[in-house]
């Protein structure tokens, strides 16, 4: 295994001659803006804010997924003391979770509702400008209009309270067949779903969560990529599919680390993402049983790995 | 073979008997008032009107499907002639199918509109008040949300058109799930959603068609059936399905005549209709290749047949 | 509908023409020898023998399936006047079913076996040659050698006992992949297979039952077909499919008469088995439930429009 | 990361704890005789003998599965080298994979067994016994019973001159009906029919090599396994299967490390196995992307890890 350091000047310098090479290429003169993002969770690795800005730098990711939740904790001081390290670390912050539950009963959401402020100035005071959120393909009791109206007043009520503080929202649509028809009422699992959804949110602070998954399983193509601008896409993972299983059959709970199988194409995906501009994170989520086995340092490794392997791709 | 007559004979005296047992049963004192209907064309029967009213008087039926575009055509004399040949069969209308292409480009529908006011009044003329369609539940091309409105939009105009004339527009959702799986963007394929395209359209006199094919496959109830008012419901279909074909595996081409097998629970269904009032035809649409290889009489015969049999059931 | 006189006119006619047209193709000079053959069972229609040659004769058919158990119990006055009828009726003998249950346990396969001798006596003075049986295509309990190696050993009992009156034994394969994988050790589902069975069985009087559904769901072709002798083929049904079902889940149980929907290529299979000198009975057996409704003659007559059809193919 | 040595520490204290339990369970006061092997190709690493032996050294492995194309290679200098190093490191030998190609045509597998004596001889000469292959489960050519006779005559053919140098064969079944189902023509995949061939091939070194990852896919129980003897087990393999994928669904290619998701019972699988006395490699063989793209060293972690945790289970 090659030492942290090590990797990261490997990705410096693929990062330096992707930028040489799309300055050849790139009309707008734009260098990659998007960053290899760290997420514990997605890895089944447990780690608090200043665990996981070890384990990023350490193992050269460019940016860490913030948590809401923690740092409505810190005390100013503890606060100015992570980013110090976020920036000594040349880390910046990826896009936080959402807390709010959105999916179920009225007081659940007024509840998370409630709490939500803090944590959007929680995350304005660290510097962070994204949260994240999935949305269910499909529901047994609500038809495809009515829980569209639902997560538009929702979602439109979210977008509000984190645009007041200066966040973004990015709603991440989930596309495996086997996903959306698994309910009686099919709901979004396409990129075109998800954006009459913000179009009906109707606020600028709310874009997509893209997944080159989900991109993959609903039989989406690289120009549905490139009919996006920057701002319509909030955060983006990248993950890999398990090879001679045919595209309906894929199950949203298996998959593979990027660039592991080939399945999924890598390339296609960020080259379209960099040709937008998008200049935010990408994070590796490979709902793995075996990865999650590992231990901590190794399991952020194999990601680690893998989204170099990913990044290279973009030349 | 037993004759037309004697099948004649027993239907009313089937009518008779449910009429007696619901004076019992029945809170409200109601009688039966939906009609088994004949549509000749849903038996792979061609057939102009006279042949229809003597095919459906000759084999019980009740009740005939107006063909709006023949009686358009109809001379004052010819349509006073064709209406005296109903009454004297004891038959009424059922429901007229709609003419107006709704379901692809702005063209055709333009076109089907400047000719629908005409139909419209040629039914009216005839005492017709029903007219159905059934609306695809699936796009490769539209969103369910973009879908949806533009049916509701164009169903809208249809309804206004329609009720300028005392008609009632009926709306049938397709329920399989071999059919509703079968495209990128499901569209309405349950009574709950058709229910929300009706509200969304907006107008009084839209209702449902319900088929107890869908009913069935769509994973439906009595009470779903129970839940509706007489006006709610503009046509009905009554089918059966083939045996030993698991319920998500059904395919709407593949049908048999009610109460040929006994998969779909007729007696529930149509017990249901009766009680929440329903008055309008009640059709069988058997989707059956060997049925269509019958000469007219036969295919007529057998479908006369098993409406018989389900009336029966209603005890 | 056309009388049984008429039909029976016009498939004469047609088989003169097939007959003109044969001898101009024919190396051999061969005519067609294979029969319509009407097997009211097949049709959900009960009738003793005495009906079943009525209903062939007027209905067109020209060979009869034979009941074992019905010829066992006739005097010899009476089988004299059965066969008198059938020659007169210018019919032959199509083939009878097997009565004894070898699929099941000891005790019920000797029972069997034990009344065997007196019903291919039976079929032997009337003259019929051709007895036929199904495989079911899988077994929970028992793996396919296991199973293979207990038909051979049955079935060679059976043949030897047919054999001692004459009699050939034809058998059928069950064809639909839906069928073979419902059982957890899948068993003969090809002609391939069978033709192993057969030739494990190693009796000369064992031969084939040709289904075109059971060979359009196995996926087999004409050159499978003319692959064959006619000693081959002790019998053949033909079926058609119901359309848009793909051919993976076909199932079993759901059919169409022949020719209705022309999914199976009735022409290529019934062509294929007069190429190779084919000279028994044809049999529709369309598992149907709508068909099933129809009245006696309605059922008859519709399989034997079906039968005309398909043998117009052969031109 | 904990070191291999602290891992040997802790499977040496899991198999005497393994022992104190079974010493008062077990009626014959069997302890545990069966090993954790390593088979570094299982795991997506390229190592020689002497490599795989430090690995599984240090990684507390308790043997390994022997190379008899390595080992025909050594001088006997290089042989005792590599048996002096596998008796310091504790550790014996597992199961070889057949060379013969036996799948194919008669060219291929003539040629196979030409070289198999040489093979053996070396497999025989380091001390190894046994030596495992899979039968493909179904083939689009070949009926059963074609394909049952093949595999008899062949693999009879490789037991004798395996046999020749007192090596056992083992012989796998692969279960999952995704896999079972793809060829027209379905051939063994489940214990019982593996029985069957076994019996058929009728030499007293031919066994199972049970993995319980078709163990599961073929719906079977831990009493099928209480049904074998010892000797009817040459070798095992162990690997869990993905949450959330229906067993019928469950694809040979993507499987996860044992007791990483639970879905499969390993603990059943182990006792049982411990129960009838097994004696041989346990090995881990996780058709998983993601865990090949780890390093070398951490991917036998992982595996070692899965293997200590499985054998924990045996109390």
Redo the contacts between chains.
């Keep these: 295994?090659r030492s942290g350091f090590a990797r990261r000047d490997f990705l410096l310098g693929a990062t330096a001659t992707a930028l040489a090479g799309r300055l050849v290429r790139g009309e707008s003169g734009a260098t990659r803006r998007m960053t290899t993002d760290l997420v514990c969770g997605n890895l089944g690795v447990k780690a608090d804010l200043p665990q996981a800005l070890d384990l990023a730098h350490r193992h050269g990711f460019e940016s860490v997924g913030p948590d809401a939740g923690q740092l409505a904790k810190l005390s100013a001081d503890q606060l100015a003391g992570l980013l110090a390290d976020l920036k000594s670390k040349g880390l910046t912050w990826g896009a936080a979770g959402l807390s709010v539950d959105f999916r179920g009963g009225d007081d659940a959401f007024r509840k998370g509702m409630s709490e939500l402020p803090e944590q959007a100035a929680a995350l304005q005071r660290a510097g962070a400008t994204r949260v994240g959120t999935w949305i269910s393909p499909g529901s047994d009791r609500l038809?495809?209009?009515?829980n569209?109206r639902r997560h538009a007043a929702r979602l439109r009520e979210v977008a509000k309270a984190l645009g007041d503080h200066g966040i973004r929202l990015g709603l991440e649509y989930v596309g495996p067949?086997t996903a959306?028809?698994a309910s009686?009422?099919?709901f979004i699992h396409?990129m075109?779903?998800m954006r009459?959804?913000i179009a009906?949110i109707g606020r600028e602070n709310v874009g997509l969560v893209l997944d080159s998954w989900h991109w993959y399983t609903a039989?989406e193509s690289v120009d549905d990529l490139k009919g996006l601008a920057a701002k319509d896409v909030v955060a983006c993972d990248l993950n890999?599919a398990?090879?001679?299983?045919p595209i309906d059959?894929q199950?949203?709970?298996?998959r593979?680390?990027p660039c592991?199988?080939g399945v999924i194409d890598a390339k296609g995906f960020l080259s379209a993402l960099a040709a937008i501009g998008y200049d935010g994170p990408v994070r590796a989520e490979?709902f793995?049983?075996?990865?999650?086995?590992?231990?901590a340092?190794?399991a952020v490794?194999?990601a680690a790995?893998?989204m170099k392997r990913a990044f290279a791709l973009l030349g």
Tied chains: 1, 2, 3, 4.
């Design positions: 295994m038809t495809y209009v009515v569209f067949k959306w028809t009686r009422f099919p396409t075109a779903e009459d959804l009906e039989g890999d398990p090879r001679s299983v059959q199950r949203d709970g298996v593979e680390l592991s199988t490979p793995n049983a075996t990865l999650r086995t590992l231990p340092e190794e490794s194999a790995r893998a």
